[in-house]
């Protein structure tokens, strides 16, 4: 379906085979969510009214006083339910663009399925900087990249709204936060779809914002404000990077849309300074926006948001972001082993250092955190050893697996809090020693979130066992046979750091197994901790949250499928081979022109010590963790030693805060603030023209004499002085 | 002829001058303006006997804004003897910045 009056820019030859097919209408994917902003964002401007009795303990159903599920707000607006007037058209809306984002996303993933395209289809829309050598359209890409994220976003996206629905109803603010759901939405489909690196910008800033509006969405809260802020502030030393970057690529290729920096990779020196000043850069732009060691603190921080947008912006699609950019920027990377190798040693590390941080969070959702942040630097082991197509595997089966933990602890806190709330109590909803044995409680929840759990634990068959592995495979193969094993780091050989992260990547498998069986423990097993009179209103949420559960959980499960094995015959490597034209190249470059094939046997036995250390992991945990002994919050005693120090999340906040901040605030304060602002604008330059200006006109004041005869003194004198000067001349 | 008159039009002209920078009294001084008035008139005649009648017509010119300048100058000063009881520009100065 062709539209006529707009052009359409064909990326490479005369006729694109998806020109004038259902494709030319992937512009709808996104303006669909910004639909469903823009009518939630005016419906938001319509204030609530409070509904229902004052005291929560008379009539009414049970849910319908559940206000900020899973916030730590208790304010006395707490007592007094306020459902929405519009809730009811809002929570169509919402997630109906959703749904319809992901109808129009199928379709066109259908089309390209079917038309072998190797070169990606641009759709260009309008032009939208144009100024000197610099073009810049607005334009959507589509290929097999940009076509998997955006049904990642738009399906897992569709989920959570729906799980929204539920956790979110009797929020005073629905409207507003569905609002800002779906800008997120937008936005991120502008990040994934955008065929130029400034139109993947701004939905990068984009979605940078609405994690801000998200994470501080109960604002009323300081803690919560300041938590948005953290985000935001560390997000923007990212955002520095990726500019740089930017700048870079222009100053050097004079393109900035994505197919013209793949036909013009070439032009630069491989291994040369400037790609690899370009790939860090790059990299520093993913460490802010996918939480990446050294700027991953603000992401636990990111948890005072509510549940369903930790699941969907913190865990599911926007800090993936990271990952996705390395993949879409695989051309230069795959130029650059230096960046490459820092990229995988990076996230080998955040891996590794987030995992054992998870080890003793008790905060459920913290836990979940930091998983975040420990597989987000698996997804950059493996984009980093040029395995685009494993990151983005683990990447895609990570978005289904976490979702389904985070939906889960939605669930959990959702139950907790409605317990907690009919009696009163001002416990903590969300730590994991305050809850215990809710198996009993929450029987669907217990089941989903265990199969999620042995699915990021790497257990077979679920989908993340297949993603971790194909990871640690291609580290284990390109160590010996790469680029990147032919380069050094700081003076290391490439091959010794390709194994020590793939050891890295191990270690991190084995922590994931147990921390995540932790939190099942301390969750669903054990007795219960909750209290008598709260334990009878423990109890499943309504089918609109319970149900997306089930499909994530269907998906974590089948999710492997989408790329087994090698060895697995004509059914495998199907990810791997549909993100070939993307970017098969780049990998290829990186494996030195040969596909990266192990033998079987060290196949066989990769895979094996894998599952042995999962499963150890897992068993380790049961017979270690005893949650029968588990005290109360309030009862629990300090930590003390090695453990104290991994509570406090390595003090890392505190370092951050004394090297960092401190300084950043008195500098601001005092020569910023008190010296320039202070003293030199507004004490020299605002106030000092002010008392010049006064002085002048106390002189011109003694002038105005306001006698006559002065005047005409002066008057006489100055025409003799004209005439004077006259005559001379 | 000229010169003479072009001179007798100078010394009346500095004696205006003087007046209206010496003297105190605003009826004094206003009759000092009129005298350098009619000190450029006489220039005005004396040089049109060289360059034509238009310096002739100017004086007409300049002696019908001197009587409108009179009549306003003159209510001006009745305006502020009858506020201050007083001509004495010494003790006029409500312009005083």
């Known amino acids: ?729 | 002829m000229i010169p003479e008159a072009l001179a007798l039009s100078a010394v009346l002209f500095t004696i205006g001058t003087i007046g209206v920078l010496t003297r105190r009294n605003a009826i004094v001084i206003f009759m000092c303006v009129e005298l350098m008035l009619n000190a450029v008139n006489l220039t005005f005649v004396a040089l049109s006997k060289l360059y034509g009648v238009t310096g002739q017509v100017f004086v007409v010119f300049v002696m019908t804004v001197a009587a409108a300048e009179a009549a306003v100058g003159l209510a001006i000063i009745i305006a502020i003897f009858r506020h201050g009881q007083t001509v004495n520009l010494k003790n006029i100065n409500l312009l005083k910045g």
Not at chain 1, 250 to 256: I, K, M, Q, S
Not at chain 1, 308 to 319: E, F, G, N
Not at chain 1, 598 to 626: C, D, N, P, Q, S
């Open chain 1, 1 to 729: 379906m062709p539209m006529p009056g707009l052009p359409v820019q064909e990326a490479a030859g005369a006729a694109h085979p998806l020109a004038g097919t259902f494709a030319e209408w992937i512009w709808l994917v996104p303006v669909l969510p910004f639909v469903g902003f823009v009518i939630n964002g005016l419906l938001s401007l319509v204030p609530a009214t409070r509904l229902g009795p004052a005291d929560p303990s008379e009539g009414g159903d049970g849910h319908a006083h559940v206000e900020h599920a899973g916030g730590t707000a208790h304010d006395d607006a707490h007592h007094h339910p306020a459902r929405h007037p519009y809730a009811r058209l809002v929570s169509l809306i919402g997630p109906a663009v959703l749904a319809l984002a992901f109808a129009v996303t199928a379709g066109i993933f259908g089309v390209l399925a079917g038309a072998h395209a190797e070169a990606p289809f641009v759709r260009t829309l309008f032009p939208w900087i144009v100024t000197g050598s610099l073009h810049i359209d607005a334009a959507l890409q589509v290929d097999q990249l940009s076509m998997v994220m955006a049904m990642v976003v738009t399906g897992v996206g569709f989920l959570i709204h729906v799980f929204s629905v539920g956790y979110m109803q009797d929020d005073p603010g629905y409207p507003r936060y569905f609002a800002y759901l779906n800008l997120f939405v937008f936005f991120m489909l502008v990040l994934v779809l955008g065929a130029s690196y400034p139109v993947l910008f701004v939905g990068w800033e984009g979605v940078g914002l609405c994690s801000y509006l998200l994470i501080g969405y109960w604002y009323s809260d300081k803690a919560n404000a300041d938590a948005g802020k953290k985000a935001f502030v560390m997000n923007r030393i990212g955002d520095f990077g990726f500019l740089v970057a930017m700048f870079l690529l222009f100053a050097h290729l004079g393109t900035l849309d994505f197919v013209g920096v793949g036909s013009r990779a070439s032009q630069l020196t491989e291994g040369g300074a400037v790609v690899t000043a370009i790939g860090l850069f790059f990299f520093l732009g993913c460490a802010g926006k996918s939480a990446q060691i050294p700027l991953y603190t603000w992401l636990p921080d990111a948890m005072a948001g509510p549940t369903p947008v930790s699941a969907l912006i913190h865990a599911a699609t926007m800090v993936t972001a990271g990952v996705y950019l390395v993949a879409r920027s695989a051309v230069l990377f795959s130029l650059t082993p230096v960046a490459s190798l820092t990229v995988a040693l990076i996230g080998a590390i955040t891996a590794i250092f987030a995992a054992t941080i998870g080890l003793k969070q008790w905060d459920i959702k913290k836990v979940l955190a930091y998983s975040t942040v420990s597989q987000l630097g698996y997804m950059f082991i493996g984009v980093g050893v040029g395995a685009y197509a494993a990151g983005v595997f683990h990447l895609l089966t990570h978005a289904f697996f976490k979702a389904l933990l985070f939906l889960g602890s939605g669930s959990v806190i959702f139950a907790m809090h409605r317990a907690l709330h009919h009696t009163g109590s001002h416990a903590d909803a969300q730590d994991m020693r305050n809850m215990g044995g809710l198996r009993a409680y929450l029987p669907w929840t217990f089941g989903l979130m265990w199969i999620a759990t042995l699915a990021i634990a790497g257990i077979p068959p679920f989908s993340g066992f297949f993603s971790k592995d194909e990871i640690l495979a291609s580290v284990f193969a390109r160590a010996s046979h790469s680029t990147l094993a032919d380069a050094s780091l700081l003076g290391i050989p490439g091959s010794a750091l390709l194994m020590v992260i793939y050891v890295l990547g191990l270690a991190a498998a084995l922590l994931t197994a147990i921390y995540m069986t932790r939190m099942m423990l301390y969750t669903f097993h054990g007795p219960n901790r909750t209290g008598e009179a709260e334990r009878a209103h423990l109890g499943e949420a309504p089918w609109v949250m319970t149900g997306p559960l089930v499909v994530l959980g269907v998906l974590s499960v089948a999710g492997g499928l989408l790329n087994l094995p090698a060895f697995m015959g004509s059914l495998s490597q199907t990810l791997h081979h549909w993100l070939e034209p993307v970017t098969g190249e780049a990998a290829l470059r990186i494996t030195q022109g040969e596909e990266a094939h192990l033998a079987l046997g060290t196949e066989g036995a990769l895979i094996g010590i894998a599952v042995l250390i999962a499963v150890g992991g897992i068993v380790y945990a049961f017979m270690r963790l005893k949650p029968a002994v588990l005290l109360p919050k309030d009862q629990s005693p300090e930590a003390h030693g090695f453990e104290r120090v991994l509570e406090h999340k390595y003090y890392v906040d505190e370092i951050y805060d004394r090297t960092v901040v401190k300084p950043v605030v008195g500098i601001s304060t005092r020569i910023l603030w008190k010296g320039m602002d202070a003293g030199l604008i507004d004490g020299l330059l605002v106030n000092g023209s002010g008392y010049l200006m006064r002085g002048l006109g106390w002189m011109g004041a003694r002038l105005q004499s306001g006698q006559v005869g002065t005047y005409a003194w002066v008057l006489v004198i100055g025409v003799l002085a004209v005439l004077g000067a006259f005559s001379i001349s």
